[in-house]
């Protein structure tokens, strides 16, 4: 491994942007090389095409963090690149070949997220979805402040449907890099349940569950993410 200190790379996920890593970015303070990507959540081999273009921007190691369905897009993503030294999962899909977002969240009972959808007709074809306004806070961020929650819902980045169906091509990264994971037991969009599956199957050097955390964790919870995302950067030598 290169003795070159590996830039953090932060990919958010569906109904947020890459200000939701604000609170994290300044918990890991000046000490660290960090990157917010803006995720396109499109298709997922789109946006693996676009966070790989981002990578051999950087051009050194890299350990990669997604959200939600960011974390399909790292798993993607990291394949067979040897940039990449860690990956860490912040209340993400943690998928295997062939598997979605939508399979992962439906796997098990308790996501509430399919009824607080809108969706929006696409020029090119198909539909993007966004939480509606009114059941963003509850839905996405339980456990933030009610102003924070207004303006995430104001300025959330909708997905498309495609992305979210679009299953992992080839073997999951998490079998051969290290991984750690972080989630809340309140997460209304992932069932905890799915979380716990697939940190136990990843088998990661390091897990925490977060009693009261909601899905948005990176933003009301962000001094336990950024703990997280220290512990892969010294558990990976940097």
């Known amino acids: 491994m290169s003795d070159q200190q590996p830039t953090i790379v932060l990919v958010h996920g569906a109904f947020a942007d890459s200000a939701s890593w604000h609170g994290v970015i300044e918990r890991l303070g000046d000490g660290y090389h960090v990157v917010a990507a803006a995720n396109p959540l499109r298709s997922l081999a789109g946006d693996a095409a676009y966070l790989r273009d981002v990578l051999r921007g950087i051009g050194g190691p890299t350990i990669l963090v997604g959200h939600s369905y960011g974390g399909m897009v790292i798993t993607q993503a990291a394949t067979d690149d040897p940039s990449v030294s860690a990956l860490v999962y912040v209340n993400a899909f943690a998928p295997d070949t062939g598997e979605s977002a939508l399979s992962l969240s439906g796997q098990f009972p ?25 059941a963003y806070h509850r839905q996405f961020a339980a456990d ?32 051969s890099l290290p991984s750690w994971f972080v989630f809340g037991d309140a997460d209304m969009n992932i069932p905890v349940a799915a979380h716990r599956f697939m940190a136990d199957r990843a088998d990661p050097r390091g897990q925490r ?7 948005a964790m990176a933003v009301a919870r962000p001094g336990e993410v950024a703990e997280t995302v220290i512990e892969a950067v010294r558990g990976t030598g940097g």
């Open 144 to 175: 933030a402040s009610t102003d924070l929650a207004a303006l995430m819902a104001r300025t959330q980045r909708p997905v498309t449907e495609q992305a979210l169906g679009d299953g992992l091509v080839g073997d999951p990264a998490w079998r």
């Open 110 to 134: 308790g996501s509430t997220l399919a009824d607080t959808l809108v969706r929006y007709p696409l020029s090119t074809g198909g539909n993007e979805v966004a939480i509606g306004q009114d």
């Open 209 to 215: 569950e977060i009693t009261g955390g909601s899905h």
